[in-house]
């Protein structure tokens, strides 16, 4: 059983930065990725952030190239996901999963259908 826990939501202005951080524990063996995605009201779950925790590959969403930064520690246990810039738009509870299978990642689109693993969500709320 995997266990994935954010932290680091909250409420920032246009313009600002958030840190978040998930803390995986738990049997992890074969993982290849580690994400995050967000869920705005009323729209699907996407992928924001991806990252290979073997060799250490990103891939992000177009809206957030350029912005976010997704990360792990040495360990590979923690993924972090530093979000600059930050636009209206990015309001969304965020959620950290990590994948089993080769197939989270297909030509740089991460897919939610590889991901067997999720944390419980957390808020990140953009005000002007």
């Known amino acids: 059983q995997v266990r994935l826990v954010e932290s680091g939501g909250g409420s920032v202005q246009t313009g600002g930065s958030l840190r978040l951080s998930c803390t995986a524990s738990?049997?992890?063996?074969?993982?290849?990725?580690m994400a995050w995605f967000r869920q705005a009201p009323g729209k699907s779950r996407e992928g924001v952030a991806a990252i290979n925790t073997a060799g250490g590959n990103t891939y992000y969403h177009d809206s957030v190239k350029g912005r976010f930064t997704i990360s792990q520690n040495n360990a590979r246990t923690a993924v972090y996901l530093q979000m600059d810039g930050l636009k209206l738009e990015d309001t969304a509870t965020y959620y950290c999963?990590?994948?089993?299978?080769?197939?989270?990642?297909?030509?740089?689109?991460?897919?939610?259908?590889?991901?067997?693993?999720w944390g419980q969500g957390i808020q990140v709320t953009i005000s002007s």
């Open positions: 738990g049997d992890m063996d074969g993982r290849t990725y």
């Open positions: 999963a990590l994948s089993q299978s080769w197939s989270a990642v297909i030509q740089g689109s991460i897919q939610r259908f590889a991901f067997d693993h």
